[in-house]
């Protein structure tokens, strides 16, 4: 016995600018090639938003699978074989947006979001490699990606952060040092974290900051970080701690790009108002992401990181040019999630 698989596979040519959206027959479906377009195009103009986007995509999807007069394109494909079908088709609807950009250096940032485990973390690569001939995000990337090859065979709800930072980077081998902060959301309703260096995150309840996770560095701007050199830091090194929290916070993490140049109170002005129309975290992290580097580009700024130079006896003025990764969860339910 033998089983006989019909593959296709074909590649097809694209250039910078062009948008891909991907998704399982639910999307397809019930939506038009023609109205994903419709959908599409306008944002072109207003930046790259592939995680609202996509959400946008699947909610006209399903709102559409519900439309019993629609003549959607699973009722005009029943009608070619010979079936009645009036309306759309009610089904799981995935969407996956893609943007094609230029060849652009990947940067020293990096991160990883295990959502269905409730685990993400970030982390930024040492940019003084760089003048060694080494990619400064290399290590930052591999440790990433270990983070998440490492929560995969965790029970949910059960994930040890500090565990996790332990085994990537054990597993982590290239050349480089990075930051890291792990946060995992527990069964006992807790942020379960494990930090080295300054990237971090912060805990909002309603208009205000409830908790924000510590830094660590051994002089200014000078964070612990992990690497397989004598001199770099290891995970026993880490921060660790539980922050109790509750349906409605918003936790918003990101690497020092972030916290260099926006205060909290700066984060919580973006973060507040949004939550009387919605949670769109993408969209929200994307925000806050260039709120930051608009600020990073000030010059005559007072920024997080001028008011800390000035506090360790140095002089800077304006904002921190650097790489900045945002990443926004919300605290949510178990129904809803």
């Not at 629609?70 to 029943?78: D, I, M, Q």
């Not at 918003?252 to 260099?260: H, M, Q, R, S």
């Not at 800390?308 to 304006?318: D, P």
Request: hydrophobic letters at 40%; one cysteine or more.
């Amino acid at each position: 016995m033998s089983i006989i698989l019909d593959k296709q596979e074909f590649k097809v040519p694209v250039e910078e600018g062009d948008v891909v959206v991907a998704g399982t027959d639910g999307l397809f479906d019930n939506l038009f090639a023609e109205d994903i377009v419709d959908m599409v195009f306008p944002t072109t103009y207003i930046g790259k938003f592939p995680y609202w986007l996509a959400e946008l995509i699947a909610k006209d999807a399903k709102m559409t699978s519900h439309d019993k007069l629609y003549a959607s394109p699973f009722s005009l494909g029943a009608e070619m074989f010979g079936f009645s079908h009036c309306g759309g088709k009610p089904d799981n609807i995935t969407v996956l947006v893609a943007y094609i950009n230029g060849l652009t250096p990947k940067g020293d940032d990096s991160h990883f979001i295990c959502e269905e485990d409730d685990v993400f973390g970030v982390a930024d690569g040492v940019g003084s490699w760089a003048k060694k001939g080494i990619d400064a995000g290399k290590y930052a990337r591999e440790l990433m990606t270990n983070c998440v090859m490492t929560v995969q065979n965790e029970p949910k709800g059960f994930i040890h952060p500090l565990s996790v930072l332990e085994k990537a980077y054990s597993n982590t081998k290239s050349e480089g040092s990075s930051t890291a902060c792990i946060v995992a959301l527990t069964n006992d309703n807790c942020l379960h974290f494990a930090n080295v260096g300054d990237s971090g995150f912060v805990v909002i309840r309603g208009d205000s900051v409830i908790y924000g996770s510590p830094i660590q560095q051994r002089k200014f701007n000078c964070p612990f970080q992990l690497g397989n050199h004598a001199h770099n830091d290891e995970p026993s090194s880490a921060f660790e701690f539980k922050v109790p929290v509750e349906e409605g916070d918003v936790v918003v993490a990101g690497t020092d790009g972030l916290f260099d140049n926006l205060f909290a109170e700066d984060i919580v002005d973006m973060v507040f108002p949004t939550t009387y129309i919605g949670k769109f975290p993408y969209w929200l992290a994307e925000l806050i992401a260039k709120d930051a580097k608009m600020t990073s580009q000030d010059k005559l700024y007072a920024s997080p990181f001028s008011l800390g130079a000035e506090m360790s006896g140095f002089s800077h003025c304006g904002g921190k040019p650097d790489d900045i990764t945002v990443l926004v969860a919300y605290i949510v339910s178990s129904r809803e999630s």
